[in-house]
């Protein structure tokens, strides 16, 4: 019989082993703290299931292939411990991270090479980035007067360690009394949010972004249901003006599943209130990890 009592202390995987929280400890010399060098993936466990797994882990690995870093395990291998992980910590649903780092160097410089890679899996109880009662009723947002890093810099497909720029627009949003920002591309169109995707509807129809965003596998997971429920949905070019005329607005992300934005700069989103459509997509969201169809079990 599976347990939905959490252990009293998380057990970690670090580096080889599953230790208690207490003793989940990497080296200060490690690239990721000195630098920010290493790639991660969040996942959610859901009814002692997790969701799109396969899916989560090719993007880990691609990621980590984009900046010539090397996981220590193979993907199957991986799997495996992730869902041992979840296991361990008698999780049904579950906060799931893994993060791949360059390691230690044998001397504390920028060097990438020579250095011996980390792996780093923990499982929490599922948090969301929303709280508060805001999956029901919304959040309010500002666009960032900062700037997403564009590809020219550095791909946005990979999901890098490094969020700096995130965290900002995240503290400038939250200082102006919002809950979260809307990030911008150099020229002025929308990308995506702190660790969200967007998606507006505009007659019935879904657009999201399509370009300078980490492509999200819960985007995708909306891409999917929109076609089931044989509701048009295409990328495109969004800009603020859009987002402050659209019927809806809503976000996509892994933590916090399909949510609906209902103020942007002091602008109300269609009725201020969750869409027909953002409802229809989060209920059908939900019971496709209720179903557990596309998931991975936790046994």
């Given at each position: 019989?599976?347990?939905?009592?959490?252990?009293?202390?998380?057990?970690?995987?670090?580096?080889?082993?599953?230790?208690?929280?207490?003793?989940?400890?990497?080296?200060?010399?490690?690239?990721?703290?000195?630098?920010?060098?290493?790639?991660?993936?969040?996942?959610?466990?859901?009814?002692?299931?997790?969701?799109?797994?396969?899916e989560?882990?090719?993007?880990?690995?691609?990621?980590?292939h984009?900046?010539?870093?090397?996981?220590?395990?193979?993907?199957?291998?991986?799997?495996?411990?992730?869902?041992?992980?979840?296991?361990?910590?008698?999780?049904?649903?579950?906060?799931?991270?893994?993060?791949?780092?360059?390691?230690?160097?044998?001397?504390?410089?920028?060097?990438?090479?020579?250095?011996?890679?980390?792996?780093?899996?923990?499982?929490?109880?599922?948090?969301?980035?929303?709280?508060?009662?805001?999956?029901?009723?919304?959040?309010?947002?500002i666009?960032?007067?900062?700037?997403r890093?564009?590809?020219e810099?550095?791909?946005?497909?990979?999901?890098?360690?490094?969020?700096?720029?995130?965290?900002?627009?995240?503290?400038?949003?939250?200082?102006?009394?919002?809950?979260?920002?809307?990030?911008?591309?150099?020229?002025?169109?929308?990308?995506?949010?702190?660790?969200?995707?967007?998606?507006?509807?505009?007659?019935?129809?879904?657009?999201?972004?399509?370009?300078?965003?980490?492509?999200?596998?819960?985007?995708?997971?909306?891409?999917?249901?929109?076609?089931m429920?044989?509701?048009?949905?295409?990328?495109?070019?969004?800009?603020?003006?859009?987002?402050?005329?659209?019927?809806?607005?809503?976000?996509?992300?892994?933590?916090?599943?399909?949510?609906?934005v209902?103020?942007?700069?002091?602008?109300?989103?269609?009725?201020?209130?969750?869409?027909?459509?953002?409802?229809?997509?989060?209920?059908?969201?939900?019971?496709?990890?209720?179903?557990?169809?596309?998931?991975?079990?936790?046994?």
């Amino acid at each position: 019989m599976k347990s939905t009592d959490p252990v009293q202390e998380p057990i970690l995987y670090v580096n080889g082993a599953f230790v208690p929280r207490s003793d989940a400890k990497i080296s200060v010399f490690d690239h990721v703290i000195l630098y920010g060098d290493g790639v991660y993936d969040t996942m959610c466990a859901w009814n002692h299931a997790i969701f799109k797994l396969d899916e989560h882990i090719d993007r880990l690995y691609e990621s980590a292939h984009a900046v010539k870093l090397n996981i220590p395990v193979s993907k199957e291998e991986l799997k495996a411990i992730v869902i041992e992980t979840v296991r361990r910590n008698h999780l049904a649903n579950a906060y799931v991270k893994v993060v791949a780092t360059r390691g230690v160097g044998a001397q504390p410089l920028m060097s990438p090479y020579d250095c011996k890679p980390g792996l780093i899996i923990f499982a929490v109880p599922y948090v969301s980035l929303v709280s508060g009662g805001h999956e029901e009723t919304g959040i309010k947002m500002i666009v960032s007067s900062l700037r997403r890093i564009p590809n020219e810099c550095i791909s946005t497909k990979i999901k890098s360690c490094n969020y700096l720029n995130h965290i900002l627009m995240r503290l400038e949003a939250n200082e102006a009394g919002a809950d979260d920002a809307i990030e911008l591309d150099l020229e002025g169109y929308v990308c995506e949010a702190p660790g969200y995707n967007v998606f507006i509807v505009k007659n019935g129809e879904i657009y999201t972004p399509s370009d300078n965003i980490l492509v999200g596998i819960t985007r995708q997971t909306v891409l999917e249901l929109a076609a089931m429920l044989q509701l048009p949905a295409k990328e495109a070019r969004i800009q603020p003006f859009d987002l402050y005329n659209a019927d809806e607005v809503f976000l996509s992300s892994t933590a916090g599943g399909i949510f609906a934005v209902v103020e942007l700069d002091g602008r109300r989103i269609g009725e201020g209130r969750p869409g027909a459509i953002t409802t229809r997509i989060r209920e059908r969201y939900v019971s496709l990890l209720e179903g557990r169809t596309h998931s991975r079990l936790v046994e």
